[in-house]
């Protein structure tokens, strides 16, 4: 489904990713893990092709999608395009609009009203806390459920490809163990999800494959049990 090549991605003269390789297939959760400054939010702006200066420039290597190249892509085309979401660290939602407008502003670009609001229904389902506060503004919301509705906001998108960025940050264990649940159950009805996280144990249990950034290289890659058995990962990650 997604097919990074040889990577290469700059900040202005220093360059952060030295030509990382990955996959994402269909119907997977995969894990890209590493500490502060290893590549991992870099590697996802680059997938959504956000321009410098906001973003990094990727000075060699290819992402495909589904076989398009998306280095030519413009980002805002990504989402009603190809049907890739971003839940970006730190959630962004719009703490001046309750939280169904929050849903609602993310389905501007669908057509499909009969989907659309069983999308609601569906998230409002995931999400029982965002059920019971759809008239609450999202800045009176806890971190947890700001999280639970960045994700119902990049899914009512209609997006089914999924790009989380450090999605358990400031999460008590309690929610980050339901957050994660939620995504598993996402997963199951068919959602694709690529998770850059920091908390490798949590990831590690709910991937099906990761990848291990060090200073913008992938040092370790394989299945997560394998992984999480591995020494060297449960030194430095697992403790």
Do not use: C, W
């Amino acid at each position: 489904m997604l097919e990074v090549s040889d990577l290469h991605v700059k900040y202005g003269n220093i360059e952060a990713l030295h030509g990382i390789s990955f996959r994402v297939d269909e119907g997977e959760i995969v894990a890209l893990l590493g500490a502060n400054g290893a590549g991992k939010s870099t590697t996802l702006m680059s997938i959504m092709r956000l321009p410098p200066p906001e973003g990094p420039r990727v000075s060699k290597g290819e992402i495909k999608f589904k076989g398009a190249n998306l280095l030519p892509v413009p980002a805002h085309t990504l989402v009603s395009k190809y049907g890739i979401g971003l839940v970006p660290e730190g959630r962004h939602i719009f703490g001046n609009l309750t939280v169904f407008e929050n849903l609602k502003l993310a389905t501007f670009a669908r057509k499909d009203r009969e989907q659309i609001q069983r999308d609601y229904e569906r998230v409002f389902a995931l999400f029982p806390r965002l059920a019971g506060r759809k008239s609450q503004r999202g800045d009176l919301l806890s971190g947890g459920e700001q999280q639970m509705l960045a994700i119902g906001r990049a899914f009512m998108s209609g997006v089914g490809f999924v790009l989380l960025d450090e999605p358990s940050m400031g999460l008590s264990p309690l929610l980050m163990g339901e957050l994660f649940r939620v995504l598993k159950e996402l997963n199951d009805i068919g959602a694709t999800i690529l998770i850059v996280e920091q908390n490798a144990r949590i990831a590690l249990k709910y991937a099906h494959r990761a990848y291990v950034l060090e200073a913008g290289k992938i040092v370790l890659e394989g299945q997560s049990q394998a992984l999480s058995e591995n020494p060297a990962i449960r030194k430095a990650y697992l403790g």
